[in-house]
């Protein structure tokens, strides 16, 4: 299995953006996925997780209410809708694999992961 994250750029605060993550040499609906960020100087972490159906999602505190996970089986890809951008969400962004969905937070229960996507949020 293979992850490509797509749809990173510059953006003002207040802002919106889309990213993509597309899963090839597997069935998309065969995992639950996250999406995990690293800032600079930061350690990566846990933003967003989705279940393997979809119907289950989770937020670290820092994006609830701001950022939207899902996935759309049909066309192996994941999403991450991110509104209301902020200074400190300025991050590369990450999707991976996620092994145990009771363990979402944890980076280690991550296994295949994408090569990344910066998104840079200015003032």
């Known amino acids: 299995v293979q992850l490509q994250a797509s749809g990173g750029g510059l953006v003002q605060a207040g802002d919106s953006l889309r990213l993509s993550c597309a899963l090839s040499?597997?069935?998309?609906?065969?995992?639950?996925m996250g999406w995990l960020r690293q800032a600079p100087g930061k350690e990566r972490e846990f933003i967003a997780a989705?279940?393997?159906?979809?119907?289950?999602?989770y937020y670290s505190d820092s994006v609830k209410g701001r950022f939207t996970i899902s996935k759309d089986d049909g066309e192996n890809t994941l999403y991450l809708q991110m509104n209301s951008l902020k200074l400190e969400d300025t991050a590369v962004y990450y999707c991976?694999?996620?092994?145990?969905?009771?363990?979402?937070?944890?980076?280690?229960?991550?296994?295949?992961w994408g090569q990344g996507t910066q998104v840079t949020v200015s003032s």
């Open positions: 991976a694999t996620m092994n145990y969905l009771r363990n979402y937070q944890s980076l280690d229960n991550y296994l295949t």
């Open positions: 040499g597997g069935a998309l609906a065969a995992y639950g």
């Open positions: 989705i279940s393997r159906s979809g119907s289950i999602t």
